[in-house]
């Protein structure tokens, strides 16, 4: 069984997986080797260090502050994100996940700090308490990421790279990539491949996960899903439009051409400031910093569940990339089939801003809170009561009376949302698996799970208490047990995803309503 790793660090336990060159840990902790001044991630294929050379950090940003530099063989900037910050629901994990969202570099520290509730000065004591280092040396080590993937996959003046990266002087950013990379931006755009080649506004990345990871199924249900004129599927490809802080971006992401567990995405960024969340984003969507190991040990340890977790290793719960959005989206998919709530969704786009150019069948930014609130729903289809639920919701996150960001306290936003008229339970607890990527949710009442776990000899009741920490990773056990359709490719690839049909009668139309940055 995977252990995982917690602070403080166990030196004994992290050198025996560098030892083994264990991938399962790359991105939990951090391997600096004091004889070279390198840090490394435990899977790296250089020889092993000797035991006394080495010390270990939890994130990359705390080995830069120490003063070690990336390894070049191995890019430990690169891995997958530590499990960790989507498990855990305290302030630390909170602060990271909006850093790593890009809060720093729109609102600064105090802004952080505000969106959390504490002080500059608590917050600081809190991060270099259990982390080492604060929230500043967090966002600069986010930076020099960023940095390293517009250098390595565009065209970009690197003044513009600089500044598109979140940094506040060329200097900066030379002194950064220089203490980071050991070596200039110049190099290290010398050094890319030709294969991530890209022009400015359009990235190629390759976005990785931690095996066993099946790209397929996760593209395959989010396109089950795929509203038209936001979303688009073919068989292979998920396509989506993206709400970033300054623009919509859109999105396509596909599975690893050489099968590897990670997944290619082709950006088309109207900023590229917003690369830094658009990738985080798209990384929570897809599940690619879960770590399968310790949730299968879990689950398969349970004779009803073991069956399935065999047939799926690594099932991810895939997510939204933007928990406002999927709030709305459940409440227009209560008591609707899958191809019912697309095409209310569809059709409530119409409140949406339209993308300056269509990109093959996307046209719509998903309506932000303000617009929703505002928005005349009747030509949606919705009931009255449904729609009232619609107007609550979406003015009550305008109001900021619900807050469902990355660093959203989700037990608190779980209190929210049950109070909002005509949201129970069921929408609430899918607004925390798929919203806001809560490991650990079980929805209540849910038709397909019972069928399954009723097939199963289980009950609902009984179900709810088990599969701790990972009952949302159950979940969807449960749900490919009972629809199939949403997990198993087809043996020919699906169609595009279109724009429904004109309506017999056309309704009046929603206002256009503006969209602001």
């Known amino acids: 069984m995977l252990v995982v790793v917690t602070l403080p660090l166990d030196a004994e336990r992290c050198y025996r997986a560098v030892a083994g060159r264990d991938a399962r840990f790359d991105g939990w902790f951090f391997t600096a080797v004091r004889t070279t001044g390198i840090y490394c991630r435990p899977s790296c294929p250089a020889r092993t260090p000797l035991a006394r050379n080495v010390s270990f950090f939890s994130t990359a940003a705390a080995a830069q502050g120490a003063g070690f530099r990336a390894c070049r063989r191995c890019r430990p900037d690169a891995v997958p994100g530590s499990p960790e910050w989507d498990v855990r629901a305290d302030v630390v994990a909170r602060a990271?996940?909006?850093?790593?969202?890009?809060?720093?570099?729109?609102?600064?520290?105090?802004?952080?700090?505000?969106?959390?509730?504490?002080?500059?000065?608590?917050?600081?004591?809190?991060?270099?308490?259990?982390?080492?280092?604060?929230?500043l040396a967090l966002a600069r080590a986010q930076r020099a990421q960023t940095?390293?993937?517009?250098?390595?996959?565009?065209?970009?003046?690197?003044?513009?790279?600089?500044?598109?990266?979140?940094?506040?002087?060329?200097?900066?950013?030379?002194?950064?990539?220089r203490e980071v990379f050991a070596t200039n931006p110049t190099e290290l755009r010398g050094a890319r491949s030709a294969a991530t080649h890209g022009s400015p506004g359009r990235l190629t990345l390759r976005l990785t996960a931690r095996a066993p990871y099946d790209a397929g199924e996760v593209l395959l249900f989010l396109g089950a899903h795929a509203v038209p004129g936001l979303e688009e599927w073919d068989g292979t490809t998920f396509s989506r439009v993206l709400d970033l802080p300054h623009g919509p971006a859109v999105v396509h992401l596909s599975p690893a051409p050489d099968g590897a567990a990670a997944v290619g995405a082709r950006l088309q960024l109207t900023e590229l400031r917003d690369l830094g969340a658009a990738v985080t984003r798209c990384r929570r969507m897809l599940d690619l910093d879960a770590d399968p190991v310790a949730v299968d040990d879990v689950l398969g340890a349970d004779p009803a569940l073991a069956p399935l977790v065999t047939s799926a290793p690594g099932r991810r719960v895939p997510a939204s990339p933007d928990a406002s959005e999927l709030a709305v989206r459940a409440v227009l998919g209560q008591q609707v089939s899958v191809a019912g709530a697309r095409t209310l969704t569809a059709r409530l786009l119409a409140a949406g801003t339209p993308l300056p150019?269509?990109?093959?069948?996307?046209?719509?930014?998903?309506?932000?809170?303000?617009?929703?609130?505002?928005?005349?729903?009747?030509?949606?289809?919705?009931?009255?009561?449904r729609r009232r639920t619609v107007h609550a919701l979406a003015a009550a996150l305008a109001a900021g009376e619900i807050a469902l960001d990355p660093g959203a306290d989700r037990d608190e936003?779980?209190?929210?949302?049950?109070?909002?008229?005509?949201?129970?339970?069921?929408?609430?607890?899918?607004v925390?698996?798929?919203?806001?990527?809560?490991p650990d949710v079980w929805l209540p009442g849910d038709l397909a799970l019972r069928r399954s776990l009723a097939s199963l000899g289980s009950s609902d009741a009984e179900a709810a208490t088990r599969w701790r920490p990972w009952?949302?990773?159950?979940?969807?056990?449960?749900?490919?047990?009972?629809?199939?359709?949403?997990?198993?490719?087809?043996?020919?690839?699906?169609?595009?995803t279109a724009p429904p049909p004109p309506r017999p009668t056309p309704p009046v139309p929603l206002p256009n309503l503006s969209w602001s940055a």
């Open 96 to 135: 990271m996940r909006l850093i790593a969202d890009g809060e720093v570099e729109r609102s600064g520290v105090p802004g952080l700090s505000a969106r959390l509730g504490y002080s500059e000065r608590q917050l600081h004591r809190l991060l270099v308490g259990e982390l080492g280092v604060g929230p």
């Open 471 to 496: 009952r949302s990773y159950a979940v969807l056990h449960l749900w490919a047990l009972a629809v199939p359709t949403l997990f198993t490719r087809p043996a020919t690839p699906l169609p595009r």
């Open 432 to 438: 925390g698996l798929r919203g806001l990527a809560d």
């Open 413 to 430: 936003a779980g209190r929210a949302l049950l109070a909002v008229p005509g949201i129970g339970p069921w929408t609430a607890a899918l």
């Open 357 to 385: 150019e269509p990109v093959g069948t996307l046209t719509h930014v998903f309506p932000r809170a303000d617009a929703l609130a505002e928005a005349d729903l009747t030509a949606v289809g919705l009931t009255g009561s």
């Open 147 to 177: 940095a390293r993937l517009l250098i390595e996959t565009t065209d970009l003046p690197m003044a513009d790279v600089a500044f598109a990266a979140g940094f506040a002087s060329i200097r900066q950013f030379n002194d950064t990539v």
